[in-house]
């Protein structure tokens, strides 16, 4: 009998194991297809609506926003309502423009905050994934993928990705932070292989007259 229930115990566990397995498998497939087709563009261009909601603090803002990223480089620019981030890859200018302020400081690559050059690559190394499923919206099939960051540490304990399945391209990303704040990046077009000059990913002061620069490096 004591044999018997092992043995049960053991085909139960196994078949556990290969059902966590397939999830995980798929996740990974559905990720290397999205990371191939994004790595073969230069530099895109995505327009979105960034919301940070947290029902208990009763707090829900959103706000429109543009993206210029090189996608095979730490360059990008990003344009919000309140403000502008820039970064050449090695130096990040943050614009206020509340405060008519520019902060400048050194790109921190281990720093805990998403940098918004990797919002469409940040799956690729750090995070467990697993296939959640298929959800249809607006005529569209988007696969769901469940990030988990490897260090516990992180202000983060999920990220959510909706894939569309057809293009390959993430229309969805959702951050779900430990202090219940919830950021979602919702992408309303992308366009790959934009034509901008290189200079896009510095900041001009020319640009903004007036701007008191503040260099924090």
């Known amino acids: ?14 078949i556990y194991t290969r059902g966590q397995a397939q999830p995980e498998a798929k996740a990974k497939s559905i990720l290397a297809e999205v990371s191939k087709k994004y790595r073969s563009y230069d530099v895109v261009k995505a327009e979105f609506v960034f919301t940070i909601d947290n029902p208990e603090a009763k707090v829900k803002e959103s706000q429109k926003g543009i993206l ?26 943050s614009y206020l423009k509340a405060d008519k302020e520019v902060q400048v400081s050194n790109v921190d690559n281990s ?15 750090g995070f467990k994934s697993i296939y959640t499923g298929e959800s249809k919206s607006g005529g569209k099939v ?46 309303k077009s992308f366009m790959p292989n934009v034509k901008v000059p290189e200079s896009i990913f510095i900041f001009d002061a020319k640009k903004y007259p007036g701007v008191e620069l503040v260099d924090l490096r």
Do not use: C
Request: charged share 25%.
């Open 1 to 14: 009998m004591r044999k018997i229930t092992i043995l049960l115990f053991m085909l139960i566990a196994g």
């Open 68 to 93: 210029y990223v090189k996608a095979n480089a730490n360059k990008y620019k990003m344009s919000m309502d309140d403000k502008d981030l820039i970064s050449d890859g090695k130096s990040q200018w």
């Open 111 to 125: 720093s805990d905050a998403l940098n918004p050059a990797h919002i469409f690559t940040m799956y690729e190394k």
């Open 142 to 187: 988007y696969q769901m993928v469940d990030l988990a960051p490897n260090d516990i540490k992180k202000p983060y304990f999920k990220v959510r990705l909706s894939i569309d399945k057809i293009a390959k391209q993430i229309s969805n990303v959702v951050i779900f932070d430990k202090n219940g704040n919830k950021y979602t990046y919702n992408v």
